[in-house]
């Protein structure tokens, strides 16, 4: 089945430690979305890849970062982890065209910070 | 400021009888509503959308109902059955690649 793959599921690192989040997808979409959801929060968008072009949320603070080296794989990159990083993080792709631009997600990589 | 609003945390429904959730928008750019259900531990998964210039658009027990003038939609779950059981989020994007934009949820509870 055509899909969108998260790891690791559960990723538990130390305050200041970097931590990268991988996400893969078999569905050849060309947008790749990342989403930070905590506890009760609506899922807030922190960037996305259409293609190789790279878009930041004005508000998605400097110590995240991405990479998509290819179409499959695209990482999210936390520099320096804070307590308020403690989320759960959303991949997510799509093949935007006329309509609905609906996006298909993985599972999720729930990230702890001691 | 949220853009997206769902202002019921939770809702307990009778299995058989009707689900109705509720979503609120504050954007007048956004063109297009989405629904997406969540079990725990699985990623959102998408359940039905509708275009701004639309009012209703219906899938098998699903039917979302668009009132642009009051910014304002709904889903209709008829009838609500065990495996309904999630939380449900409301999206909206402006079109194009543009990400959604989601509201916190509604843990939507059926009883049998």
């Known amino acids: 089945d055509a899909m969108v793959i998260q790891n690791p599921r559960y990723q538990v690192t130390q305050f200041g430690k970097p931590v990268t989040l991988s996400c893969s997808q078999t569905l050849n979409h060309n947008v790749m979305y990342w989403y930070q959801q905590k506890s009760s929060q609506a899922p807030k968008l922190l960037f996305h890849?259409?293609?190789?072009?790279?878009?930041n949320e004005a508000d998605t603070p400097d110590n995240f970062q991405s990479r998509r080296p290819n179409t499959s794989f695209c990482f999210l990159d936390i520099r320096s982890p804070g307590l308020g990083d403690a989320a759960m993080y959303l991949c997510?792709?799509?093949?935007?065209?006329?309509?609905?631009?609906?996006?298909?997600f993985g599972a999720g990589s729930r990230l702890t910070v001691l | 400021d949220q853009q997206v609003k769902q202002n019921s945390p939770s809702l307990s429904v009778q299995e058989g009888r009707i689900s109705i959730l509720n979503c609120d928008y504050t954007n007048s750019m956004f063109d297009y509503f989405l629904w997406y259900k969540k079990y725990p531990a699985e990623g959102p998964t998408f359940l039905i959308s509708?275009?701004?210039?639309?009012d209703k658009n219906e899938d098998g027990r699903f039917t979302v109902f668009l009132n642009k003038s009051a910014k304002h939609l709904s889903l209709h779950i008829v009838p609500s059955q065990p495996g309904d059981s999630a939380v449900y989020f409301c999206a909206a994007h402006g079109g194009g690649a543009d990400g959604l934009t989601f509201g916190k949820g509604t843990h939507l509870i059926i009883q049998p």
């Open positions: 997510a792709t799509s093949a935007p065209a006329s309509g609905a631009n609906v996006l298909t």
């Open positions: 509708i275009s701004s210039i639309k």
């Open positions: 890849y259409y293609d190789k072009d790279f878009n």
